[in-house]
């Protein structure tokens, strides 16, 4: 399943994002694994959740981005939880590839594996591909 966070910067994304993970560590049977640039969520997770610097793996564009979660989901079937802080950053500001590779990743992942994104954009600007893996806002 994927999901995603919208906003522009500063709207509170990321910490959304990590309460999502700090349920995930509480509630998960499985791995979890968050993905970023730069590593700013060092000291921000819990150490049971495996960060992944996408710099250090060289991961840029959502070409290599794919390739890089198919890899590492077929090197270990107990991950449960992907969580992806800044694809834009990774990937680019395209947002057809990106509506694309979200389709992509939620064919490979399936109902096996979650995945959560934060994206640094309005909804509006966004594109259905997109925007059909919004997280509802809560009332």
Do not use: W
């Not at 995930?24 to 000291?43: F, Q, W």
């Not at 064919?107 to 919004?134: H, R």
């Amino acid at each position: 399943m994927i999901q995603i966070i919208t906003g522009k910067k500063g709207s509170g994304k990321t910490k959304i994002l990590l309460g999502m993970i700090d349920d995930a560590v509480k509630a998960s049977n499985g791995d979890i694994i968050c993905i970023e640039k730069c590593m700013k969520l060092t000291y921000s997770i819990n150490h049971k959740v495996r960060l992944v610097d996408a710099d250090r793996f060289n991961i840029s564009g959502f070409d290599t981005f794919y390739g890089f979660v198919a890899g590492v989901l077929a090197g270990n079937y107990d991950i449960k939880e992907v969580f992806v802080d800044g694809i834009l950053k990774i990937g680019g500001r395209n947002y057809d590839e990106l509506g694309a590779t979200l389709e992509k990743l939620d064919i490979l992942t399936g109902d096996d594996v979650n995945m959560v994104f934060t994206i640094s954009e309005d909804s509006e600007n966004l594109p259905e591909s997109v925007l059909k893996y919004l997280i509802p806002e809560k009332d």
